[in-house]
């Protein structure tokens, strides 16, 4: 019986594993409400926002993944990068959110599933809950089961998203007819309050669609030489994705105008019926589908890693440590995780959903680690990093400083948050000293 992780997910794996966790359903549901937000062609900056700081923040997590190949991730980096208290502090606050964030990021792909599917087949609210948790349940069963298998599945499963993302970026620019540029005009400009306090809001929903370009952090116990295929991973999935998303937004607009973008409920499918055909639309819909799950199988695969890792290194409840007996996975942690996930798609709003899952992250997450990266360099040096970011620390400054820029557009989600990193506190207090009795 295995009672350790194995490392046997290789560099295009780890690059699957990445982009079908960015990609899932975020931006086919998400670009109306960012061409909304902004209320102006210029809404593609909001995109490029979304860019720019995905890869800044990449940096930071490509020094630490490599460095610290362990499951679990940002649990690692917070343990090694504050001493003492701080440490088990944040490290714990990190798992807690996660047993809470991370089946909001479950719910926000099973309920955008259900959204799209509508397009299909009519469905209810009743209906639309019901294909929630069964997707929840569905991707659970996929999941219980051995990694080089999962890492199998996750290359076939990023075909789907390559695919869908070329047909719409083929179409729009052979067939689109409608003028459109992401350029100032006549009075516009890009230096205005009021147009970057819109791109903030915006860039709220863009974020969340390039999340996941650290997911192969969390899987970090399980990645073929780590120094190397963690960084390129990372770097490999942002400018791959990124570019896909910029060449697909436009694309789409050059056949639905954005005005009327903006209030589609089922844009890629609008996309593709205004091109080809109803009969067209309905595959696109279902490819739109297949990435959606996709997504959740990449979401649900790394963050039950989380819980487990902080088990096995006592700082969490023992019972999230057991492996599967013979197929070596974290089944626990992988059920539990489910479970709520499950429960959150009954319970929420996509919108809604989006928001608290930024909100929750950045200040235990995001910008903790960017400060912990400071620490580590200052306390180990840099002679035994296998990567280094360029031009330390102006990427640090950004990270931090682009950031708290998102979670003030957050709204009053920031405060949500921050309440349950102030109730993970308590807990923290409750139970240190006995948790991993538990």
Known sequence: MSTTLQRKIGLVQASAINMIDMVGIGPFVVMPLVIKTTGSHL???????????????????????????????SYNFLKEAYPSKWGKLLSFLFVWQTCIQAPLVVASASIGFSQYLSYLVPLGDIERKIV???????????????????????????SG???????IIFGGFTKGTVAYTFLPEGNETLFSFALWALLGQASVKT??????????CHLGGEIKEPGKNIPRSIFISIIGIAILYLFMNVSIVKVVPWQEAMESKF?????????????????????VLWIAFASLFAVMLGYSRVPYAAAVDGSFFKIFAKLHPTKSFPYVSLLFLGGVGLI??????????ISAILAMRILVQFIAQAIGVVLLRKRKGTDQLPYKMRLYPLPVIV???????????????AL???????????????????????
């Open 416 to 438: 949500g948050g921050i309440s349950i990193a102030a109730v993970g506190v308590l807990v923290f207090i409750a139970t240190h000293k006995s948790i991993g009795k538990l």
């Open 399 to 413: 990270s931090i400083a682009a950031w708290l820029f998102i979670l003030f557009s957050t709204g009053y989600f």
């Open 43 to 73: 809404f593609l900056w909001a995109w490029i926002l979304g860019a720019g700081i995905s890869l800044i923040d990449g940096m930071i997590w490509s020094e630490l993944g490599a460095a610290y190949p362990l499951a679990g991730g």
């Open 267 to 287: 844009l890629v499918s609008t996309f593709i019926e205004k091109l080809y055909g109803y009969t067209a639309a309905k595959v696109a819909t279902a490819l």
């Open 344 to 353: 959150f798609s009954l319970l929420f709003k996509l919108s809604d959903v």
């Open 132 to 158: 929630s948790g069964s997707l929840v349940i569905l991707t659970t069963f996929l999941l219980y089961r051995k990694i080089e298998t999962i890492g199998k599945i996750s290359v076939f499963l990023c």
């Open 161 to 167: 998203v390559f695919i869908t993302i070329g047909w």
């Open 207 to 216: 974020v969340y669609s390039y999340l996941g370009y650290y997911n192969v």
